[in-house]
């Protein structure tokens, strides 16, 4: 009997332990992060630049405010185009579950989780229209540099006009 106790006893610490060190594997994304525009690569949009040329658009400063408790990243976005500066926040809950609340015009469902070293967020946009319901998808995916001072954000867009990837790179200010 004593036998059988010890061993269930160990495998409860070994359980334990196993699960300290798979929630110290999630990695920390909390900081602020200022967007670095040359290491970034957006997507090239068909049209003219606001003076009228095939030039591309002015892009506005981004800041980025990620607070984070365990799974719950709380990301605060500011955007800055000369004197107009603009903010949003977001909540993402990296548990692996549906997260649905209403977005502008139309229903919004967010996916997050943690997957290894890297976080996985998929937004799908749907709203209704005369033609029927029209569905637009995002999917981002956060990493880290090794040293912990490079934030990437890697995000594929699906929508009627095709697919569209972009880069967004961020150092830790």
């Known amino acids: ?8 006893g160990t495998m409860t610490l070994l359980l334990l332990a196993v699960g300290v060190v798979a929630a110290q594997a999630e990695p920390q994304f909390a900081g602020d992060w200022v967007l670095d525009r040359s290491q970034s690569q957006f997507p090239t949009h068909e049209g003219r630049g606001p003076d009228g040329s095939n030039a591309e658009r002015q892009r506005p400063d981004v800041k980025l405010v990620v607070q984070q408790q365990g799974n719950t990243l709380k990301v605060t976005r500011t955007m800055t185009m000369g004197t107009q500066e603009r903010s949003m926040t977001d909540t993402i809950v990296a548990d692996g579950t549906d997260q649905a609340h209403q977005g502008y015009r139309g229903n919004v469902v967010t996916r997050a989780a943690f997957e290894g070293d890297r976080l996985v ?13 029209r569905t637009r998808s995002r999917q981002s995916t956060w ?3 090794p040293d912990g001072r490079i934030l ?3 995000t594929t867009m699906h929508g009627p006009n095709g697919d569209h ?6 150092v830790r200010s």
Do not use: P, W
């Open 165 to 170: 990837a972009m880069k967004t790179v961020y």
């Open 143 to 145: 990493t880290l540099s």
């Open 121 to 133: 967020v998929t937004r799908t946009y749907t709203r209704k229209s005369d033609q029927g319901d």
């Open 1 to 8: 009997m004593k036998r059988l106790q010890r061993t269930i």
């Open 152 to 154: 990437t954000i890697d």
